[in-house]
C-alpha cells in the first residue's frame, strides 16, 4: 500500500450545531467534584461471534454529581483488547469517562461482542474484519440508544443529540474509525460473509434500536487504525484527532501489517495514514505522535494521560464551545510540531486508483490478474512466511494462475511493471 504525501491545509468546518455554555470552565476543567454511575444498562442484543446464542450488550453511563444542565454532550467510550478481551470498566477507558464526567459530560463507556473465529487455529483477514465489524455495528447500536432515549424516553440522560462524540483507545480506535468511515455496503470487503448470522443487517447491523441514525460529530482514536483509508472520501466526513506512539509494537503508527497472537493477519492504516488522508482531503484533523511510546501509553501513565487529556479536550471544546483552536501540537502547552508523514517523489495517494488487479478473492481455483494500462514483468506469489510459491516472467496485461493446489491462507501478490513493483494481498480457500 502507497502512503500520502501530499498535504493540504485543513479547511474550516461549519458548525451545523449549536455551541453549547462553556462558561465557568465547563467541558474544560473538573469543575464537579464526583460523578454519578449508572451501570449495567441494555442498549442491545445480538448474536454471539461463533452463532453459539446471544449476547446482551450493556453500558455504563456516568453523569456530572449535582449539575443542573438538561443538555449536555455526549463522549461513548470503546475499550481496547483485540477484539477477544476488555471490558467497559478498563483501564483504557474508565478513567477518561470519569474524567470528562466531572468537566460536566455525559460519558458512557461500553462492551460490545468479544471473539474472533479460528483463534487457536490461525485467524485470517476475514475473521479479524468480521471481528472489528461486529464492535462497529454495535457501536453504532449504542448511538442509537441514546439519540431514543432523547426522542422517545424524555431524555433520561440530559444529552444533546447534536453532539455525540466517539473515543476509542486500540480496537476500539478501530471501531470508532470504522464506524466513521465505513460509510457504504459497497465499501465493505468481499471477503466478510454479511451473511453470518452475527453481522446480519449490513453496516447498522441488527444490535438493537433501529430507526435511528448512528451518526456522530466527530471520532477519537487513541492507537486505532482503518482497514482501508479510500473509505476517508470528503472534507465532509467525521473530523478525526489522532493519538499514536511512533514505537507502537501492536497497531501499526503507519501503514504496515498487524497481528493477533502469533498470526500476521492483514494490512491496516495507523493513524500516520490516516492524518495523512485527511490532509489531502482538507478534513478537520489532529495527529499528536507520541514519539518513542509503545502502545496506548496513556494506560496507567500519568504523563500520557495528561496529554490524552490535554488534546481530547481542546479538539472537543471546538465542537462543543466553538473554540477556534482544535489541536494543541506547536502551542506553548506542547511545543512539539504537528507530525508529519514521510515524504516521497509520489504527489497522491494512489492506493485507490491501483494500476493493478487481483480477483477474485477470495480465490478457491483460479486467480486472475489484470495490470491496467502497463504489462507485467513478472508475478512473485509469496505465503505468509515470506516463502516464494510462485514466479513467472510475463510480458502482457492478463494473467491466470491455477491456485487449486495451494493450502488455505494468506497470500500477496507481487507484480513488477513499468510503474514499479505493487503487491495485493489475496485470500486462497
Same mark, same amino acid.
Given at each position: 500500500?502507497?502512503?500520502?504525501?501530499?498535504?493540504?491545509?485543513?479547511?474550516?468546518?461549519?458548525?451545523?450545531?449549536?455551541?453549547?455554555?462553556?462558561?465557568?470552565?465547563?467541558?474544560?476543567?473538573?469543575?464537579?467534584?464526583?460523578?454519578?454511575?449508572?451501570?449495567?444498562?441494555?442498549?442491545?442484543?445480538?448474536?454471539?461471534?461463533?452463532?453459539? @446464542?446471544? !449476547?446482551?450488550?450493556?453500558?455504563?453511563?456516568?453523569?456530572?454529581?449535582?449539575?443542573?444542565?438538561?443538555?449536555?454532550?455526549?463522549?461513548?467510550?470503546?475499550? @481496547?483488547?483485540?477484539?477477544?478481551? =476488555?471490558?467497559?470498566? =478498563?483501564?483504557?477507558?474508565?478513567?477518561?469517562?470519569?474524567?470528562?464526567?466531572?468537566?460536566?459530560?455525559?460519558?458512557?463507556?461500553?462492551?460490545?461482542?468479544?471473539?474472533?473465529?479460528?483463534?487457536?487455529?490461525?485467524?485470517?483477514?476475514?475473521?479479524?474484519?468480521?471481528?472489528?465489524?461486529?464492535?462497529?455495528?454495535?457501536?453504532?447500536?449504542?448511538?442509537?440508544?441514546?439519540?431514543?432515549?432523547?426522542?422517545?424516553? +424524555?431524555?433520561?440522560? =440530559?444529552?444533546?443529540?447534536?453532539?455525540?462524540?466517539?473515543?476509542?483507545?486500540?480496537?476500539? +480506535?478501530?471501531?470508532?474509525?470504522?464506524?466513521?468511515?465505513?460509510?457504504?455496503?459497497?465499501?465493505?470487503?468481499?471477503?466478510?460473509?454479511?451473511?453470518?448470522?452475527?453481522?446480519?443487517? =449490513?453496516?447498522?447491523?441488527?444490535?438493537?434500536?433501529?430507526?435511528?441514525?448512528?451518526?456522530?460529530? /466527530?471520532?477519537?482514536?487513541?492507537?486505532?487504525?482503518?482497514?482501508?483509508?479510500?473509505?476517508?472520501?470528503?472534507? $465532509?466526513?467525521?473530523?478525526?484527532?489522532?493519538?499514536?506512539?511512533?514505537?507502537?509494537?501492536?497497531?501499526?503508527?503507519?501503514?504496515?501489517?498487524?497481528?493477533?497472537?502469533?498470526?500476521?493477519?492483514?494490512?491496516?492504516?495507523?493513524?500516520?495514514?490516516?492524518?495523512?488522508?485527511? !490532509?489531502?482531503? +482538507?478534513?478537520? $484533523?489532529?495527529?499528536?505522535?507520541?514519539?518513542?511510546?509503545?502502545?496506548?501509553?496513556?494506560?496507567?501513565?500519568?504523563?500520557?494521560?495528561?496529554?490524552?487529556?490535554?488534546?481530547?479536550?481542546?479538539?472537543?471544546?471546538?465542537?462543543?464551545?466553538?473554540?477556534?483552536?482544535?489541536?494543541?501540537? $506547536? #502551542? #506553548? !502547552?506542547?511545543?512539539?510540531?504537528?507530525?508529519? /508523514?514521510?515524504?516521497?517523489?509520489?504527489?497522491?495517494?494512489?492506493?485507490?486508483? /491501483?494500476?493493478?488487479? #487481483?480477483?477474485?478473492?477470495?480465490?478457491? $481455483?483460479?486467480?486472475?490478474?489484470?495490470?491496467? +494500462?502497463?504489462?507485467?514483468?513478472?508475478?512473485?506469489? #509469496?505465503?505468509?512466511?515470506?516463502?516464494?510459491?510462485?514466479?513467472?516472467?510475463?510480458?502482457?496485461?492478463?494473467?491466470?494462475?491455477?491456485?487449486?493446489?495451494?493450502?488455505?491462507?494468506?497470500?500477496?501478490?507481487?507484480?513488477?511493471?513499468?510503474?514499479?513493483?505493487?503487491?495485493?494481498?489475496?485470500?486462497?480457500?
Amino acid at each position: 500500500m502507497k502512503k500520502i504525501y501530499l498535504f493540504a491545509a485543513a479547511a474550516s468546518m461549519l458548525f451545523t450545531a449549536k455551541a453549547q455554555d462553556c462558561s465557568g470552565g465547563r467541558y474544560d476543567q473538573e469543575i464537579f467534584n464526583d460523578f454519578d454511575l449508572t451501570s449495567d444498562i441494555q442498549y442491545g442484543s445480538n448474536v454471539a461471534f461463533d452463532n453459539s @446464542g446471544t !449476547e446482551n450488550l450493556l453500558l455504563d453511563v456516568y453523569e456530572p454529581t449535582g449539575d443542573t444542565e438538561t443538555s449536555r454532550p455526549l463522549i461513548i467510550f470503546i475499550h @481496547g483488547g483485540t477484539f477477544i478481551a =476488555g471490558s467497559k470498566t =478498563g483501564d483504557d477507558v474508565k478513567p477518561l469517562a470519569e474524567m470528562y464526567a466531572r468537566k460536566g459530560y455525559v460519558t458512557s463507556s461500553i462492551n460490545y461482542r468479544l471473539g474472533m473465529n479460528n483463534l487457536l487455529s490461525g485467524p485470517d483477514e476475514s475473521d479479524a474484519s468480521e471481528a472489528v465489524m461486529r464492535a462497529t455495528q454495535d457501536t453504532k447500536a449504542a448511538v442509537r440508544y441514546f439519540k431514543k432515549s432523547f426522542a422517545e424516553d +424524555g431524555n433520561p440522560y =440530559g444529552i444533546d443529540t447534536n453532539h455525540i462524540y466517539l473515543m476509542g483507545s486500540s480496537a476500539g +480506535g478501530f471501531t470508532a474509525l470504522h464506524l466513521a468511515y465505513l460509510d457504504k455496503e459497497s465499501e465493505i470487503p468481499a471477503f466478510i460473509d454479511m451473511n453470518d448470522p452475527s453481522l446480519a443487517g =449490513g453496516l447498522e447491523g441488527e444490535s438493537g434500536t433501529p430507526g435511528y441514525n448512528s451518526d456522530v460529530s /466527530a471520532v477519537i482514536s487513541l492507537a486505532g487504525a482503518l482497514g482501508d483509508v479510500a473509505w476517508m472520501e470528503s472534507a $465532509n466526513d467525521e473530523p478525526v484527532l489522532s493519538m499514536h506512539g511512533d514505537q507502537d509494537g501492536t497497531v501499526p503508527f503507519g501503514t504496515d501489517m498487524i497481528s493477533v497472537a502469533i498470526y500476521e493477519i492483514m494490512e491496516v492504516d495507523g493513524s500516520e495514514t490516516v492524518h495523512a488522508k485527511a !490532509e489531502t482531503l +482538507g478534513l478537520k $484533523n489532529c495527529f499528536k505522535a507520541h514519539y518513542g511510546a509503545d502502545h496506548v501509553p496513556h494506560v496507567n501513565n500519568a504523563a500520557y494521560t495528561d496529554t490524552v487529556d490535554l488534546y481530547a479536550t481542546q479538539w472537543l471544546l471546538h465542537f462543543v464551545c466553538g473554540a477556534t483552536e482544535y489541536c494543541k501540537c $506547536n #502551542t #506553548t !502547552e506542547d511545543p512539539t510540531p504537528c507530525h508529519e /508523514a514521510p515524504t516521497s517523489a509520489l504527489s497522491e495517494y494512489t492506493k485507490d486508483e /491501483a494500476y493493478l488487479n #487481483t480477483y477474485p478473492n477470495p480465490a478457491y $481455483n483460479e486467480l486472475n490478474i489484470h495490470a491496467n +494500462g502497463e504489462e507485467m514483468e513478472r508475478v512473485e506469489i #509469496t505465503n505468509i512466511n515470506g516463502q516464494v510459491v510462485y514466479s513467472k516472467r510475463l510480458n502482457k496485461l492478463d494473467h491466470k494462475i491455477d491456485v487449486s493446489q495451494f493450502n488455505e491462507g494468506i497470500y500477496f501478490v507481487k507484480v513488477s511493471t513499468a510503474k514499479g513493483i505493487q503487491t495485493n494481498k489475496v485470500i486462497i480457500k
